[in-house]
């Protein structure tokens, strides 16, 4: 498949919880960028990792990054309703393409 | 970073028609992309538009189906051609300044419903 594997598909949170969300890919990558999506609309970037990082911040997400394992994870600290998207990672392989993965459905209750 | 107008946002067409969707971009950018997502899915990459030269379509997208144009830096058309039900998706720009690969910028999006 051209797409990384997120899970959980799905992610249903109260309001002041933390949300992890987690990604995989096969291939090498030059950095792992992730985005979020509101009610299918245009996808807002949020934060890009370099491949010789290892931990990213911004505000209250957290981004890590395991080039070892092909993974990476995003950390939604003290979520809010408005937090309340999909959210997808998406590989930045060489060249000019990214591959996106599947996305997690995060809903936070209020 | 870029901002990227698009339009329409939404669309209900009848099957067999054709519908164009428009992206301006407020800088020019070297690199234009299109997305299909259809629903509850990923992003599909459809094409690279680059200005001055064809487009480079992905495997299973033909310029026949998904002729795009890229006049200047700063805009680009998709055409969605002859549409069928199973067209129906959300079409998105997004745009990628300079050789830079920081995060791409994208269009908010068409919703585009084929009956």
């Known amino acids: 498949s051209q797409q990384g594997e997120e899970d959980p598909q799905a992610l249903s949170i109260q309001e002041g919880e933390n949300a992890t969300m987690n990604c995989s890919y096969k291939t090498s990558i030059n950095n792992l960028q992730w985005y979020r999506q509101n009610s299918g609309r245009g996808l807002v970037h949020l934060i890009l990792i370099r491949s010789n990082e290892r931990e990213k911040h911004s505000g209250r997400l957290r981004v890590t990054l395991d080039t070892s394992k092909k993974s990476s994870s995003l950390l939604i600290t003290a979520s809010r309703a408005a937090d309340t998207a999909s959210y997808f990672c998406a590989m930045h392989t060489g060249g000019f393409k990214t591959i996106f993965g599947a996305g997690t459905r995060l809903f936070v209750k209020a | 970073s870029a901002v990227i107008s698009q339009k329409p946002s939404r669309d209900i067409c009848q099957r067999g028609t054709s519908l164009t969707i428009q992206c301006q971009v407020d800088s020019q950018v070297t690199m234009m992309f299109w997305y299909r997502q259809q629903p509850g899915q990923s992003l599909t990459l459809i094409a690279t538009?680059?200005?001055?030269?064809?487009?480079?379509?992905e495997s299973g997208f033909v310029i026949d189906k998904f002729p795009i144009s890229r006049p200047n830096l700063t805009f680009s058309t998709l055409t969605v051609s002859n549409m069928s039900p199973e067209d129906s998706s959300i079409y998105l720009c997004?745009?990628?300044?300079?050789?830079?690969?920081?995060?791409?910028?994208f269009g908010s999006g068409t919703r585009l419903t084929v009956v």
């Open positions: 997004s745009a990628r300044q300079g050789e830079s690969s920081y995060g791409y910028t």
């Open positions: 538009a680059n200005q001055g030269s064809e487009a480079t379509y």
